[in-house]
């Protein structure tokens, strides 16, 4: 990363009269009266002219500010940061594919609708459930939805029930969606080995909760191992077992959500299958659900019939649309690209070893950094900042000189039963190599908060820009760019 | 490393998960493919796409628009695609300071104070909309334009279902705009917001000034939906119309079709709304040495902190897709935009007088267009559209499904990318169609 050049915004460098494109002519007759009866603006106050030698500069620069997995490891934890494979980008490029208009008549899209179709085939046949929605486009997305075909089922058996269960430890996108879908939160709070309760489950489970939210593994990477009682549980009162699928990554090709009584599942294509995070989307969080909900999908469904497919909009119980035209068509040609690459011999090895590289770190650590649980773990292990916090030191500090390490810090902001978190997943794709410098400069740190803490508590030192002020930035938005 | 760990084998690993839900096999899945199997796979499904042998006028939400070379170019950079959501600004200035512009951008498009990072797309971008006044204004019921897009009122629909919310939508006039007589015996006192579109899903441009102002006197706020951005290279910001709420689809702005996704949902409102805002927002701030630097901000508006208090679920965005907007606002710059705007406006016209000079065809509604209008047939759109499928034109969208009485109609999208020739094709094979 080159931390030399400022790079201003394309604002401050704009000077009147270029362009980055050279547009065509216009080739009809203009004609001034259609302009009668509009509103008519008379500039693009403030708006950007610059060349494409300048715009080129502006963006390359800009890109090299950024951390990034081609660059290095990611451990964000519950983010499965693996690395993206090309071939991947070059098929969801083809525009044979990519250039189709999604109100294009059925028959003219035919190649299209089969690609999604096998999509949906195949995670079934990994979540071990019977009906996928690729509709939803994100994993917040998936979860809402999923939250909406219990609350569909509920409804049509003549009440939607009041309140659903969440782990303490959960994402905290899984109790704003419930609430978004109409539904009072109640928390389960986590036992001694860091999951759910179930004499807590068992009191908390009546008539009028609709479903349970679970994560599994859940976000201490733990596996809940009762999680067929879990759900026994849950079933008995009516209730549904919902799954949040974001730690998928733990468990493909080794089991299946169907097998543990899980009822509804998101999947998040942009981890688990490998699909590229691009600095925040965009996703796909394709639900997954067992027969009994799969009337209440959203429309419309694709169906295959003579080896012909179709768009099925006719679906009286469906709980209708949650995003326009068919989901992130191209992220899903991604995440198929990937499936087919990998096999089923592959896929579980991806578990395998993403499951191994994050227990070497584990126990590579497990004697410099605090564990608060000691259960066994799976792809992910969270430690915290326990010991260090002795010498002043919180994990934000411990994240913030990894940066000087020129490495990804590990996710902090959850689970919210560890304080100090640092959630780490190395995924699969991270060679021994990867973890051992990783492993060494998180020991170089821990030795640094002993000798000197002053030098983490002001970190990073060697990056683009030094700690930010995020209080300033709240306290005084500035949120746009204005002219002086 | 299994010795460091202390384990036997990769199996032991697994001991948490009773045995009695493990996999005894593997699945039942295709492949190992190779990469040039991958490749070909993939070639043979787009050939099975036939939509390219067609001249095309759709539209209706998603506009096939020429991008420059330098938005896939740029955009394809690893840092760009390959990083998470900026957490650590630091490590992540490149996408924050790219956030912060497309913000801006957004905002001089639409003449408001603030916007967001981006949403899903345009309709999730209208839910977001509708909600947030609701918060706003406290009040539960909300006034939807029959017009605004069919696909957005229902997951407007969806959305509002289980949250107690009375959704009224409201008629249009012979116009092509929103009824105002309609719209005035709607409102009452517990109305937050009224949304409607602009360009409207007929192609037809609101008066938003008339609206804005009908809208405020019954203390409810003005939601946009754009799901046409170009056309505000043009026209004057709905911000400065009197709306109070902009949201809509980008997809123009340098995204492929792509068979409907991903695309890009973006929202603008004024600044006193700023805390019901739903989504991520980049803010400026300095670092330890009082450089300029850019985070993440107002985060307590945002489920990871607020949990099920959050103004919306919302986590992963379309971040990448706003980057592409980005890239391509910037390139065309103001003179572009402007330049394209006009050259989208004036092919429309053109195409809307060619056809409407063949007899039987007539414009449907009065009110001004932008680069889509409603044409009228002498007889069911449906055995029209198959006849100029037989002739490989894709003539526009049918319109008889979402609105009774619109079955002789189809909307009819021109842009830069229909040459003078491409659109007199059109207007021969129709003429020759209805004969």
């Known amino acids: 990363m080159i931390n030399v050049i400022r790079e201003p915004l394309i604002f401050e460098i704009s000077s009147p009269g270029k362009s980055g494109v050279r547009l065509p002519a216009l080739d009809v007759p203009e004609k001034l009266d259609v302009l009668d009866g509009l509103a008519i603006r008379s500039d693009l106050e403030g708006f950007p002219e610059v060349s494409e030698t300048e715009i080129t500069r502006h963006f390359t620069r800009l890109s090299q500010m950024n951390y990034c997995v081609d660059f290095g490891f990611y451990p964000l934890g519950s983010c499965t940061m693996k690395y993206n494979p090309k071939v991947n980008e070059k098929v969801a490029a083809l525009p044979g594919l990519s250039g189709v208009h999604p109100l294009a008549p059925e028959k003219l899209a035919q190649g299209n609708l089969e690609l999604m179709k096998t999509l949906e085939k195949l995670l079934c046949e990994i979540t071990g459930l019977d009906a996928v929605s690729l509709q939803p486009a994100a994993g917040a997305h998936g979860e809402l939805t999923g939250m909406m075909l219990i609350r569909a089922y509920h409804q049509a058996h003549g009440n939607p029930r009041k309140y659903v269960l969440i782990p303490d430890s959960a994402h905290g996108t899984n109790p704003s969606s419930a609430h978004i879908c109409g539904y009072v939160v109640k928390e389960i709070k986590s036992n001694e080995k860091g999951t759910i309760s179930l004499e807590d489950l068992a009191r908390e489970m009546t008539e009028e909760v609709a479903a349970l939210m679970v994560t599994n593994p859940n976000t201490l990477g733990v596996f809940e191992s009762d999680i067929c009682q879990i759900a026994e549980i849950v079933h008995a009162r009516g209730g549904f077992v919902y799954m949040d699928g974001a730690n998928l990554n733990a468990l493909a090709g080794v089991t299946r959500p169907g097998d543990m009584k899980v009822d509804v599942l998101h999947l998040n294509l942009h981890k688990t299958f490998s699909t590229p995070h691009g600095g925040g989307g965009p996703g796909s969080g394709p639900v997954a659900v067992r027969k009994v909900l799969e009337p209440y999908l959203p429309v419309p469904v694709i169906e295959e019939k003579d080896g012909q497919y179709h768009l099925n909009y006719n679906r009286p119980q469906s709980i209708g649309r949650v995003k326009s035209f068919y989901g992130q068509f191209l992220v899903m040609l991604k995440a198929l690209a990937y499936l087919l690459a990998l096999g089923p011999a592959g896929l579980r090895e991806m578990t395998e070893i993403a499951v191994l590289n994050s227990n070497y770190i584990r126990h590579s650590l497990k004697d410099v950094y605090h564990l608060k649980y000691d259960s066994p773990t799976l792809h992910e292990c969270v430690f915290s900042d326990k010991f260090q916090k002795d010498f002043g030191v919180s994990n934000l500090d411990i994240s913030k000189r990894l940066l000087d390490y020129g490495l990804h810090p590990p996710t902090m902001s959850f689970p919210l039963i560890v304080h100090g978190a640092l959630m780490i997943e190395p995924t699969e794709t991270e060679s021994r190599r990867d973890l051992d410098l990783f492993i060494e400069a998180m020991k170089a740190i821990d030795r640094e908060a002993r000798e000197n803490p002053e030098l983490l508590r002001t970190a990073p030192h060697i990056t683009y820009v030094r700690r930010l002020d995020e209080v300033q930035a709240a306290r005084n938005p500035v949120l746009r760019w204005e002219k002086k | ?435």
């Not at chain 2, 009224?168 to 105002?180: M, N, S």
């Not at chain 2, 985060?299 to 592409?324: D, G, Y």
């Open chain 2, 1 to 435: 490393m299994l010795a460091r760990i202390g384990v036997d084998s990769v199996e032991d690993l697994f001991c948490c998960i009773p045995e009695t839900i493990r996999l005894q096999n593997l699945l039942n899945l295709p492949g190992p493919l190779s990469e040039p199997e991958i490749v070909e796979y993939f070639e043979d499904r787009g050939k099975k796409n036939l939509y390219h042998r067609y001249l095309s006028f759709l539209g209706g939400g998603a506009y096939d628009h020429f991008i420059p070379a330098v938005v896939d170019y740029l955009s394809s950079r690893g840092e760009f695609v390959s990083p998470y959501t900026p957490y650590q600004p630091e490590v992540s200035q490149g996408t924050l300071q790219v956030i912060f512009e497309f913000q801006t951008l957004i905002c001089q498009l639409t003449g408001l104070d603030i916007a967001n990072a981006s949403l899903y797309d345009g309709a999730t971008g209208a839910a977001e909309a509708v909600l947030m006044a609701n918060r706003v204004k406290n009040k539960k019921r909300l006034l939807v334009a029959s017009n605004v897009h069919p696909e957005y009122r229902q997951v407007i629909y969806t959305y509002t279902r289980n949250l107690g919310l009375e959704v009224v939508e409201i008629p249009y006039d012979r116009q092509g705009r929103v009824d105002q007589k309609g719209l005035e015996s709607a409102f009452n006192s517990h109305t937050s917001v009224l949304l409607c579109q602009s360009p409207n899903y007929f192609g037809v441009v609101e008066d938003l000034e008339t609206l804005g102002r009908l809208a405020h006197s019954h203390d409810a706020l003005l939601a946009v939906a754009v799901s046409e951005p170009l056309s505000l290279g043009l026209l004057e910001a709905p911000g400065k119309l009197g709306a109070d709420i902009v949201t809509g689809e980008a997809q123009s702005f340098g995204l492929p079709l792509s068979y409907g996704g991903p695309y890009l949902g973006f929202m603008a409102c004024k600044k006193e709304f700023v805390r019901q805002l739903p989504g991520r927002i980049a803010g400026q701030t300095v670092d330890a040495e009082g450089r300029r630097g850019f985070v993440l901000t107002l985060s307590t508006r945002e489920q990871h902190i607020r949990r099920e208090k959050a103004t919306s679920n919302i986590c992963t965005n379309q971040a990448h897709c706003a980057l592409r907007a980005t890239i391509y606002l910037e390139t065309l710059g103001r003179q572009g935009l402007k330049k394209l705007a006009w050259v989208n406006l004036q092919k429309a016209a053109y195409a809307l007088e060619k056809l409407t000079a063949i007899p039987g065809v007539r414009r449907k509604f009065g009110g001004p267009v932008f680069n889509e209008f409603v044409l009228e047939f002498p007889s069911d759109w449906s055995r029209i559209k198959q006849k100029l499928e037989e002739r490989e034109i894709l003539g526009g969208l049918a319109l008889g499904q979402d609105y009774q009485g619109l079955e002789k109609c189809a909307l009819v999208t021109v842009t830069e990318k229909h040459s003078r020739e491409k659109i007199d094709r059109y207007a021969e094979v129709l003429k020759e169609v209805l004969k």
